[in-house]
T-cell receptor
C-alpha cells in the first residue's frame, strides 16, 4: 500500500513569497502531523490534526504558518511572507488512532525541502 | 518542556554491535520510540517501549528504564546499510512526539 506522500519534494522560492506544501496520508489514518527538521536536528512538532480539526497547533512558530485538512485526509501547510529562516525540511506523518491507550507509530513522508533565497 | 539527549555520532565496524543511549526529562511519559533516518529520506519506525524492559526485533533491540529516564537502541551484526541517523522520541503528557537531535551511526568495512 502507499505510504505518506508529500509534494513537492523540493521547493525553492524567494523571500516574501507564499508557499503551500501538500501531504497525502496513509489511507485510513485519522491522525496527521506536520514537523519541521533543520540540518543535524530531530523533527520539531508544528501541528496535529485529528480528522478535520487541528487538535494542537502549539508548535506553529508564528501566524505566518497555517495548515488545513478540510476533508480529513489531505492536508496543506501554508506559509505566508516566507523568510530565509523558514528554510528546512517539512515532514508530514500520519498514524492510526485506535481510540485506545496504545500509541500507534507515526509513519513519515519523505518531506518537502524548502529553500528560501 | 521536553529534554532528550543522545550522542551526536558513533562509528562501528561491520558485523559489530553498537548501543545508542538516550536520556530524557519530560513532562510525563507515555512511550518512547526509535526511528531510523537515512540522509534525505523519511524517518522510519524501528521500535516502541512503554514498559520497562527489553523489546527485541530481529537485529535491533530497544530497552527502557522509566525510573532512570533512560533508553538504548542496540544494533547487532551491523551492516553497511545501517549507516544512518537514529532518532529517540518521547511522548509526554501533551501526547506530542518530541525528538532528540539524532545519533549518526557510521558503519565501516
Amino acid at each position: 500500500g502507499a505510504g505518506v506522500s508529500q509534494t513537492p519534494s523540493n521547493k525553492v522560492t524567494e523571500k516574501g513569497k507564499y508557499v503551500e506544501l501538500r501531504c497525502d496520508p496513509i489511507s485510513g489514518h485519522t491522525a496527521l502531523y506536520w514537523y519541521r527538521q533543520s540540518l543535524g536536528q530531530g523533527p520539531e512538532f508544528l501541528i496535529y490534526f485529528q480528522g478535520t480539526g487541528a487538535a494542537d497547533d502549539s508548535g506553529l512558530p508564528n501566524d505566518r504558518f497555517f495548515a488545513v485538512r478540510p476533508e480529513g485526509s489531505v492536508s496543506t501547510l501554508k506559509i505566508q511572507r516566507t523568510e530565509r529562516g523558514d528554510s528546512a525540511v517539512y515532514l508530514c506523518a500520519s498514524s492510526y488512532d485506535d481510540g485506545g491507550d496504545s500509541n500507534q507509530p507515526q509513519h513519515f513522508g519523505d518531506g518537502t525541502r524548502l529553500s528560501i533565497l | 518542556g521536553q529534554n532528550i539527549d543522545q550522542p551526536t555520532e558513533m562509528t562501528a565496524t561491520e558485523g559489530a554491535i553498537v548501543q545508542i543511549n538516550c536520556t530524557y526529562q519530560t513532562s510525563g511519559f507515555n512511550g518512547l520510540f526509535w526511528y531510523q533516518q537515512h540522509a534525505g529520506e523519511a524517518p522510519t519506525f524501528l521500535s516502541y517501549n512503554v514498559l520497562d524492559g527489553l523489546e527485541e526485533k530481529g537485529r535491533f533491540s530497544s530497552f527502557l528504564s522509566r525510573s532512570k529516564g533512560y533508553s538504548y537502541l542496540l544494533l547487532k551484526e551491523l551492516q553497511m546499510k545501517d549507516s544512518a541517523s537514529y532518532l529517540c522520541a518521547v511522548i509526554g503528557n501533551d501526547y506530542k512526539l518530541s525528538f532528540g537531535a539524532g545519533t549518526t551511526v557510521t558503519v565501516r568495512a
